[in-house]
């Protein structure tokens, strides 16, 4: 059963306009091509790439239901459905702003230096391979919890608006809603590391760059108009 407020369609899109976020499509294509210059072949690079996502969708999951479990039993739920209404128009307002100028003031974007971080511990990992090329994919995997953590100021939005709606029931009929978000989120992952197994990590990169700004505006509508419903099932 769906919390009041909730259905199936506004689920589903958050968590695919989430999976599209150009952070989500920038940290992977890096990685996959990282992967493959490291592991020599598509098929090490498909296992570092599944490992990889899998370690994402357990760390995501992993957040929602512990913000879910606190939000449910300590009763904040009201409290975190006006603050998630109102941050979700708050993002939404700077993910458009990102479609006229991409880039340009405060952006929602990852933890500062993480960038960085991210290569510097790719650097580790191929150092790790070249001795132990079994312990490389427990990194890799490592490395995905990492990334979600920096992530989640630039993907948590939509995230955050769907769990304040879930806190609204109860937390048994929200895991089941989580398990299908989540899924949602990494299915796009799945059809990326497909390409850089072909081979074809540039023209998917070359496609994001292109239309970073277009998913930052879908995005951003999305949200304000998911803000204003959830203040307007309030008010």
């Known amino acids: 059963m769906l919390p009041e407020g909730l259905t199936m369609g506004i689920l589903i899109s958050a ?33 570092g790439g599944l490992l990889y996502t899998a370690v994402v969708y357990v760390s995501y999951l992993v957040i929602g239901l512990g913000l879910l479990k606190f939000t449910v039993s300590f009763g904040f739920s009201q409290s975190v459905y006006w603050i998630a209404a109102i ?7 700077l993910e458009i702003k990102d479609f006229f100028w991409y880039g340009k ?8 230096g993480a960038a960085k ?35 989640l100021p630039c993907t948590g939005a939509p995230y955050f608006a769907i769990l304040a709606i879930l806190g609204q029931g109860d937390f048994a009929s929200g895991v089941p809603l989580l398990l299908l978000y989540n899924f949602i989120f990494i299915f796009p992952l799945f059809f990326i590391i497909g390409i850089a197994y072909y081979g074809k990590s540039n023209s998917i990169e070359a496609w994001r760059k292109k239309h970073r700004g277009s998913m930052r505006l879908a995005t951003g509508l999305f949200l304000i108009a998911l803000g204003s419903y959830m203040l307007y099932t309030i008010i």
Request: glycine residues 8%; hydrophobic residues 55%; contains cysteine.
């Open 87 to 93: 941050v979700a128009i708050g993002a939404g307002l």
């Open 117 to 151: 971080r991210i290569k510097m511990y790719t650097k580790w990992i191929s150092r790790v391979n070249k001795k132990h090329s079994y312990l490389s994919y427990l990194m890799a995997g490592l490395l995905g919890i990492f990334v979600v953590l920096v992530e």
């Open 105 to 112: 003031g405060f952006s929602l974007q990852m933890i500062p």
């Open 15 to 47: 968590a695919l306009l989430d999976s599209i976020n150009p952070c989500v499509f920038g940290v992977l294509i890096f990685l996959c091509a990282f992967m493959i210059k490291v592991f020599k072949t598509p098929k090490k690079m498909l296992i």
